[in-house]
């Protein structure tokens, strides 16, 4: 036994397997998946083909690929905005036409003549965006039957101007440049077509527009009830399609001059293709750039390496059709079982022993004996509250809590009865804290940490800290920050519960056994956030003592208190002042006889303690059963204790029955009484201390007496 | 093993050698042959179709496979399948793999007239068959699509002209029209029918090469003219479609149907056998295979400098009816891989 | 119909009116030699049309069709002139289009591919396959043939063209099928809810499979009567943009592309409405390239009708629904 959990120990600790969840949960990993199949073709055929990657098929290939990716540019966006656009065949065929016309047989100025055939282009791109976006029609019908309506429309040029066209030459420098011309030995088309990818990329990813798109591809009904103006979104997509086709069949016309009947044919299937190769979703939302870009040149090598190993037109056909069928065969079924195989895989559970389970018996004499002082406390807002998780005063006795529903809830004083919403900030605030001048602090779940001034102005303070060096997933961004406490030189420092779950799975965190939070230091001269304590389970509630040097800190999974100096001779040093808790720590308070209160959210149970030793069992069970039936820890009964500065526990305040308080989070004494909130519960606890002074608060222990 | 029959076995051995290395010893040069022998062993020639799996294709590709086996060289084909672009993917391929002579296909009069000169600045011969770019390579072998079309018009103003005796109502059932075969024949059947005025073209349609088009525009227009006398067709491959209806509606006897191809058999001799088609001009697709094969070869011996000395095979066209048809008239793909070119 | 303006009806209208436009104004139009052709140049149309209907009925669609119907006819006609008996060869080519429309449907039903994608990448799949493996050369003609065969498609029985029997034949079975058969009445309930459907206990996937079987089944028949009436057929029909005609055909009849509305009437009122008008426009002397803007432009008028009568609901409409 001990000998394989020791060896069980060494390899939690020294594999880390929860890089491969974290890695799957990176939005970056589809693009893998293109960058797999790239690299699989290219291993194929330069084994195949000596050659293949000689000069000059690269620069045959690169004019193409300049070509492809203007293209594909527009069809990202379409496809990105839950559209799709397989006129893009015919409008290359049109515009090819209208470029031998206009430019090589007319010869027109080419300033005024692309424009002009973007314009062709951009204009069937908008009979599109009408008939899609603002009449609501099917997006792959109504293109298809536009394919046919403009390529048929083609063949009657043709008809009427194959004879002229065929018989133009524009010899002029500048479409000379266009068809052969390079610039540092890149074609001319691939040199526009980075210019393109590059606006592209920007406007997709970091401009209105672009978010538009993927919000209405995302989901269309809420795009269009958080007020994006979704039938200009989806028409403007359409004509950007069209506008970008008609440029690159341009480059096509000034390189081939081919008005052949066969211009473009397939070309839809061929960019349908790369871009669901490259990862873009079918039905919208999920794609980038530099996923169609990575498509389109996996297509395009294939299609010429085809051309080039001499393979009869059928095997062609054959593998491409393959191919697309693959492509949307990976798309469909990783769209719909992502979510499952992240499940799976991103909980990765660790190796964690606790020390024995103390005894609670309540004949057993133990420090933590079963009690039932809470029976009957006096209750606040009863029924009126969701989700208490703090409870504080302010100087003139009035009490604010945090609810579910985004509020800071203040209840009038005396008789705390009278309730108003004192501010909205829009998440879940947990911990509460108030500063010398009345400013009241706060940590809100997925927000970060944020300030309201006594005016009721709400203030962000930071929602953001340093990332780390090695961390895979972002560790910058603040998931759950959850308590808070401010030293007396007004330097805040609050805990993050993880960063790897987000608020509503913080529970799942419980499963790994791992340190996944993290204290954070927000300084108000610099208005920045540092990590100053990483690696901490579950780290919950602080407190600053008195001393002023340093904070005592609760670590829910680790079911412990430990003090951390933050200032002082002892700068940096770490204790643990309350090593083997029988249940899991929340929020620490200071008391008015100079130790502090404790509220413990949850009960240790052994079978949970033994799971922690058994990481294998865990990462089996959440593989193998359904969520709802993971062993999770016991959260439905706990207490509040009170310990001292060396961490003897002085008291302990059971409710036996669980029904006021099955669940406390945290406790806040004011004037002789002790206030008890729940991150679960739908009040506000009230219990008399036997004993305690009656006119103690914590604001005037934190900031002096007023004046 | 007796001594015997060691003595007989090394007598055999000595027998077959004495076989190999007569077969083996040098052929007889008549001061020609051997350098004829030697400047095309080895050569590499490349083939651009237009797309393989077709009659006019095939057919030369078998031409030029024989050829090419029997005197040593190789011919390679990379096939577009009808698309211009995968054609010029195809062609320049090629041209960076340095072969002896390039044969192109072009589907139209421009796709190749950047990869013409292409070829020939990197020293590669180039020929074209049956249609041309504008540009000129070292050879071009086909047919001369304005004398097919004029032999196609003469043949049915012969049939329904002023001398027959009849109505002079003819229709014409064209294919893709922006294609420069009917852009250039068309042209060739309004000179002649200029100088017929009595020919009276009823009605003019497309069928875009495709047969089902060609029976369904073909039995509409038979229906609005009973009395029609000639029809003029301008590829087998779509004319089939333009006969099936001829024959439902039982006016075979009153059609003159003229069509023209690639003298395949199934697709011309049949027809014209079973009465479908009344006339044919056909661009003989083996004597087209022979040209190719000797462009090939006359560039492969002289290799002369890329456009220094161009020249052109234009095919001899055959007009086939019932009346002159013979064993020898058509091909069929069969022959030609046996002993065509 | 409570609103007395189905799209069915409008085409029926139309239809009517153009017959009667035509009737007067074009010379031969109205003779029953004419209005015969007229059903006879639609039928193979007609045929398709009516394999698509089940497919949209449905609430999927077949785009790959059009290249089952060549491909496998091709390799039926080249197994036939390479000697082998008709029936033989018949049934070769059946095993391959039950064994397309197996893999159409396992990819729609299992694999969860929408259909359109799944057919259309089939469509190139089967072209390419048949290209290189079954029928190399495009144009196969028949050189060696039994009469009977041949009078499958170039025949008449009683003055009737035969391709217009086999359409009637084609969309009285399917009417059959789909009006009494449990199955027929099941793709019904499946188009009009796939998920409801397979609550109620519908075994949907196995249904679909099945579904497309049919559809590759009625692409072969369609095949053996164009091959059969113009003595070949040519593989590179695959590549052209008829499957959209089927189509417009469907559409156009006023058979809803949400799946679970409309039956075989509506194909035969929009066979017929193409009929009327490509054989009006040909008698007009239209050239082909007009013609097929016009009826382009009329499939796009058709399905704006559409999506104006039958307007999809933005708060249910499935996401991802393209």
């Known amino acids: 036994m001990a000998a394989s959990e020791t060896w069980t120990r060494w390899r939690y600790r020294y594999v880390p397997d929860k890089l491969v969840g974290e890695i799957l949960a990176k939005n970056w990993i589809d693009t893998l998946i293109p960058v797999v199949i790239l690299s699989g073709v290219l291993t194929f055929f330069s084994v195949q083909m000596p050659g293949f990657l000689g000069g000059s098929n690269l620069t045959d290939i690169a004019q193409i690929y300049g070509e492809y990716l203007i293209i594909i540019v527009g069809i ?19 515009c090819n036409l209208a470029a031998l016309l206009l430019i090589n047989s007319m010869e027109i100025n080419l300033a005024i003549g692309i424009p002009a055939i973007m314009l062709l282009g951009g204009l069937v791109g908008l009979i599109n965006g009408v008939l899609i976006g603002y009449l609501g029609m099917r997006a792959f019908l109504t293109t298809l039957v536009m394919l046919i309506i403009v390529r048929a429309i083609v063949d009657k040029g043709l008809l009427d101007y194959g004879q002229t066209i065929s018989r133009g030459f524009n010899a002029s420098s500048a479409w000379e440049f266009m068809a052969i011309g390079s610039v540092f030995g890149v074609p001319s088309s691939l040199v526009v077509a980075a210019a393109i990818v590059l606006v592209g990329h920007v406007v997709l990813t970091r401009m209105r527009f672009g978010w538009h798109v993927t919000a209405v591809g995302g989901s269309r009904r809420s795009a269009y009830n958080a007020g994006i103006r979704v039938k200009r979104t989806i028409c403007l997509t359409y004509v950007l399609s069209g506008l970008l086709t008609g440029l690159a069949a341009t480059f096509y016309a000034a390189r081939l001059s081919s008005a052949g009947t066969d211009v473009g044919k397939g070309l839809e299937v061929t960019m349908l293709t790369a871009a669901v190769l490259g990862g873009i979703s079918l039905g919208g939302g999920r794609g980038s750039i530099v996923k169609a870009m990575l498509g389109a040149l996996i297509i395009l090598l294939v299609q010429n390496s085809l051309i080039r190993m001499g393979l009869t037109s059928g095997t062609s056909s054959l593998v491409l059709g393959g191919l697309l069928l693959l492509a949307v065969a990976i798309d469909v079924r990783w769209v719909k079982n992502r979510h499952k195989v992240l499940a799976r895989a991103y909980v990765s559970p660790t190796y964690f022993k606790l020390p024995p389970l103390p005894e609670t018996a309540a004949d057993s004499g133990s420090d933590y004996a079963l009690n039932d002082k809470l029976r009957g406390v006096e209750a606040i807002g009863l029924g009126e509250l969701d989700g208490p998780e703090d409870v504080i005063f302010d100087r003139e006795d009035n009490l604010y809590c945090g609810s579910r529903h985004g509020d800071i809830i203040r209840f009038f004083a005396p008789d705390h009865t009278r309730w108003e919403v004192f501010a909205h900030i829009g998440g879940h605030p947990l911990g509460l804290a108030f500063d010398g001048e009345g400013n009241l602090h706060t940590c809100v779940g997925g927000m970060g940490l944020y ?14 800290t340093n990332r780390s060096l090695l961390s895979v997933v972002d560790d910058s961004r603040l998931r759950l920050a959850d308590d808070l406490d401010i030293a007396p030189d007004g330097r805040i420092f609050f805990s993050e519960a993880t960063v790897r779950y987000e608020m509503y799975d913080w529970m799942v965190d419980a499963l790994e056994g791992r340190g996944n939070g993290r204290i954070i230091c927000y300084d108000p001269r610099s208005k920045s956030s540092r990590t100053v304590l990483p690696n ?45 808790l029988p249940g899991y720590p929340d929020n620490i308070n200071r008391a008015s006889d ?26 089996r069970m959440v593989q193998k059963v359904g969520r709802d039936d993971w062993l999770y820890p016991n959260m439905n009964t706990g207490c509040v204790i009170k310990f001292d500065a060396q961490g003897n526990i002085l008291d302990v305040l059971w409710d036996l029955g669980g029904e006021a308080h099955p669940m406390i989070t945290s406790i806040r004494e004011h004037k002789g009484f002790l206030y008890l909130g729940g991150i679960y519960n739908n009040r506000v606890g009230k219990y008399r201390i036997p004993g305690a002074d009656p006119n103690w608060t914590s604001f005037d222990d934190y900031w002096g007496p007023s004046a | 093993m007796t001594g015997k029959k060691l003595l007989k076995a090394i007598f055999a051995v000595a027998a077959l050698a004495s076989a190999t290395s007569m077969a083996m010893s040098e052929p007889y040069d008549d001061g020609q042959s051997k350098t004829y022998y030697e400047a095309l062993k080895g050569k590499k020639v490349a083939f651009v179709p237009l797309s393989m799996g077709f009659d006019l294709t095939e057919g030369w590709n078998a031409g030029l496979q024989n050829q090419a086996k029997a005197l040593g060289y190789t011919v390679d084909i990379r096939d577009p399948n009808w698309n211009v672009e995968a054609g010029v993917q195809a062609a320049n391929g090629f041209i960076s793999d340095q072969p002896d002579v390039l044969i192109l296909h072009p589907l139209d009069q421009q796709a190749y007239n950047r990869i013409v000169p292409k070829a020939m600045k990197a020293g590669i011969n180039v020929v074209q068959i049956n249609m041309k770019s504008v540009t000129n390579g070292d050879a071009f072998v086909g047919t001369d699509w304005y004398e097919l079309g004029y032999k196609q018009a003469q043949e049915i103003v012969k049939a329904c002209g002023k001398d027959s005796g009849k ?122 295979a022979r040209d190719l094969n000797a462009a090939v070869k006359i560039l492969l011996q002289t290799e002369p400098e890329p456009g220094s000395a161009p020249f052109a095979l234009y095919t001899p066209l055959k007009v086939i009816t019932k009346d002159n048809m013979n064993a020898s008239s058509c091909w069929t793909l069969e022959q030609l891989k046996a002993s065509g070119g | 119909m409570a609103h007395g303006l189905s799209q069915e009806r ?76 008709i029936w033989a ?87 059959l099928f789909l009006r009494y058969a449990k199955l027929g009445r099941f793709i019904y309930g499946m188009g009009d809810n796939p998920l409801t459907a397979r609550i109620t206990g519908i075994p949907v996937r196995p249904m679909m499979l099945v579904q497309y079987i049919i559809i590759s089944v009625i692409a072969l028949i369609a095949g053996i009567v164009m091959a059969t009436a113009l003595s070949g057929i040519n593989t590179r029909l695959a590549l052209s943009t008829m499957v959209y005609d089927v189509i417009l055909v469907v559409v156009l009849g006023g058979i809803g592309l949400s799946g679970g509305k409309g039956g075989i009437r509506n194909v035969v009122v929009g066979t017929l409405l193409i009929g009327i008008l490509l054989n009006g ?20 008028l058709a399905i704006v009708a559409d999506t104006l009568l039958n307007p999809r609901d933005e708060q249910t409409a499935q996401h991802g629904d393209i």
Not at chain 2, 223 to 241: E, F, H, R, T, Y
Not at chain 3, 42 to 58: F, K, P
Not at chain 3, 139 to 157: E, K, L, M, N, Q
Request: negative net charge; glycine residues 10%.
């Open chain 3, 89 to 175: 060869a018949l049934l070769c080519a059946l095993a391959l289009v039950v064994v397309i429309g197996a893999i159409n449907g396992f990819l729609i039903a299992y694999v969860e591919i929408p259909a359109i994608f799944a057919t259309l990448a089939m469509g190139i799949v089967v072209y390419g396959f048949g290209k290189a493996y079954l029928a190399p050369i495009d144009a196969v003609y028949i050189t060696r043939t039994d009469a009977w065969f041949y009078s499958i498609g170039s025949g008449r029985v009683l003055g009737v063209p035969t391709p217009v029997i086999v359409f009637a034949l084609v969309a009285a079975a399917a009417y």
């Open chain 1, 76 to 94: 990202t966006f379409v496809m990105m905005a839950g559209g799709i656009d397989l006129t893009v065949g015919s409008v290359f065929a049109l």
């Open chain 3, 281 to 300: 426009m040909t008698i007009m002397n239209l050239t082909y390239t007009v013609q097929s803007i016009l009826k382009s432009t009329i499939l796009l």
């Open chain 3, 10 to 85: 409008i085409v029926l209208m139309i239809a009517t009116g153009l017959f009667i436009l035509f009737s007067v104004t074009l010379n031969g139009f109205l003779s029953a030699d004419n209005l015969l052709s007229l059903v006879q140049n639609v039928s193979i149309l007609g045929i398709l049309g009516v394999g698509m209907a089940i497919a949209i009925i449905g609430r999927g669609i077949d785009l790959s069709i059009l290249s089952t119907m060549p491909v496998s006819v091709a390799w039926l006609l080249n197994l036939i002139n390479g000697g082998m008996p």
């Open chain 1, 594 to 619: 100079g130790t502090y209160w404790c509220a413990l959210c949850g009960m240790r149970s052994p079978v949970f303690d033994l799971a922690l030793r058994m990481p294998s069992f865990r990462k």
């Open chain 2, 167 to 288: 109505n002079g109502k003819i229709a014409i059932i064209t294919g893709q029209a922006a294609t420069p075969t009917i852009v250039i024949g068309n042209q060739a059947f309004d000179d002649v029918f200029a100088e017929h005025p009595e020919i009276q073209v009823v009605a003019k349609q497309s069928a875009d090469f495709d047969p089902a088009k060609a029976q369904a525009i073909t039995s509409t227009i038979l229906k609005q003219n009973p009395d029609l006398c000639g029809i003029l067709g301008v590829w087998d491959g779509q004319d089939g479609g333009t006969a099936a209806a001829i024959r439902e509606a039982g006016m075979n006897d009153q059609i003159f149907m003229v069509s023209s191809g690639g003298g395949a058999q199934a697709a011309a001799c049949d027809n014209i056998e079973n009465g479908s088609f009344d006339a044919y001009v056909s661009y003989d697709v083996p004597g087209q």
């Open chain 1, 536 to 580: 901490l389970q579950l780290p919950n509630g602080i407190c600053v003592e008195r001393e002023g040097q340093s904070i005592l800190f609760a670590e829910t999974w680790g079911c412990r208190i430990t003090r951390w100096f933050f200032d002082g001779p002892r700068k940096g040093e770490t204790e643990i002042v309350v090593a083997n």
């Open chain 1, 451 to 464: 300030k309201i001034t006594p005016e009721r102005e709400v203030i962000k303070l930071s929602d953001e």
